[in-house]
């Protein structure tokens, strides 16, 4: 009888360990790979400074873990299922920031718990994916409607909207490329993409003239002016051009860069910190990064493909959009081919809110692949 008892346990469990082998785990360790690396750039970058930064950023990627533990073991079906209130959350949440919010960098987007801050819009970015998701998921046409379109940009342009009162034009940004996804997707006829591109040049040039600040105009001049301003705004560019520049083939070799322990380059271990490691490690260091990035984005891809609903496949979009673009942006900005923002690099940046909200991208993600043949 033990014997048999045995047998049927096992018999039990085997369906559950062929599942769990069939994950895509190669995400978490690409994911885990980017936080090692990130981890040896921080400290790199934040060593000649009074407060090295590895030891929080260290504290920030085991905390990141076990959010991506707890999201891998939420069924996402559940989640979407309460993505109304969670949004509304995330939305108050950038409200309340407005008012108590402290402020770091001329943007009012932190709490602030001692040494440590919480930025609610990243977290608000994966309320909003979640909502759109549910909510594009239920639009079972070729192409959506108008009105569809528009309820969907509603969703999305009340947190981003928020987040540009607290004058964090880069974390605004980042809601654009979820928006974008998903909507490609679910299917847009050309003739809206074309509106909605005029629409855009009008809106881009509403924020210029009412809501972009004199330094965030300044930034963008610099970038089609290098040497408008050299020693002030243009210093930062002129700066990290140079540590890219100097890495060439392999490197300077780790904590050898110039630009980053004598201290010229500014903001490297956040937003900057790709210019760090091409300086430390050159163009083949570069490379290995990206690749790592892109085996990121083709597993997470993989997992969109190979899914079984609706809203699973617009969840994973979406999360793909924004990290896609994140990478795109802050590597694109660090060698001058973009105006300069707040964007980080995924698992590279420093940075407590941005580290948690990416392992439960991560484990969002890979729970889409495990209960792929539940949630149909």
């Given at each position: ?56 950023q ?7 873990l ?15 299922k ?22 770091r ?28 998701a ?5 639009t ?17 342009l ?10 964090d ?9 979820v928006l ?36 965030q ?49 500014p ?24 690749l790592?990035?892109?085996m990121?984005?083709l ?13 699973s496949?617009?969840?994973v ?18 060698v ?21 909200a ?17 949630n149909?």
């Open positions: 009888m033990r014997a048999t008892s045995t047998s049927l346990t096992l018999a039990e469990d085997r369906p559950l360990l062929r599942q769990l082998a069939d994950v895509r785990w190669t995400l978490l360790a690409t994911a885990m790979l980017l936080a090692v690396v990130g981890l040896a750039t921080v400290h790199s970058a934040s060593s000649e400074l009074a407060s090295d930064y590895f030891p929080r260290a504290v920030w990627v085991g905390l990141g076990i959010a991506f533990a707890a999201m891998l073991g939420i069924d996402y079906q559940t989640l979407s309460f993505s109304v209130p969670i949004y509304v959350a995330g939305v108050l949440a950038l409200t309340a920031v407005l008012f108590l919010g402290a402020v960098g001329g943007a009012r987007s932190w709490f602030g718990f001692g040494s440590f801050g919480l930025q609610p819009s990243e977290f608000a970015k994966l309320s909003t994916t979640l909502l759109l549910r909510y594009l998921a239920g079972n046409r070729r192409y959506l409607q108008l009105g569809q379109i528009a309820l969907a940009s509603g969703i999305v009340l947190p981003m909207s928020l987040v540009v009162l607290e004058r034009l880069g974390s605004a940004l980042m809601f654009l490329p974008a996804g998903m909507l490609f997707v679910a299917g847009v006829r050309w003739q809206l993409l074309v509106a909605a591109l005029l629409l855009g040049l009008l809106l881009g040039a509403l924020v210029w003239n009412f809501a972009l600040l004199d330094y105009k300044e930034r963008v001049l610099t970038f089609l002016d290098p040497e408008r301003d050299p020693l002030g705004a243009g210093y930062q560019l002129r700066q990290s051009k140079i540590a890219v520049g100097s890495g060439q083939i392999a490197g300077r070799g780790y904590m050898q860069g110039t630009q980053s322990q004598l201290r010229f380059l903001a490297r271990h956040t937003d900057f910190i790709f210019a760090v490691l091409a300086e430390e490690w050159g163009f083949l260091g570069v490379v290995g990064v990206l790592l990035y892109a990121y984005i597993n997470g891809a993989q997992v969109a493909i190979r899914a079984r609903d609706r809203t496949v617009f969840l979009v979406g999360l793909l959009a924004a990290f896609g673009f994140h990478v795109l942006y802050n590597t694109a900005m660090v001058g081919l973009l105006p300069i923002t707040g964007i980080p690099l995924p698992f590279l940046s420093y940075g407590g809110s941005f580290t948690l990416s392992f439960i991208s991560v484990g969002l993600i890979l729970g889409v692949d495990l209960r792929r043949y539940v149909r």
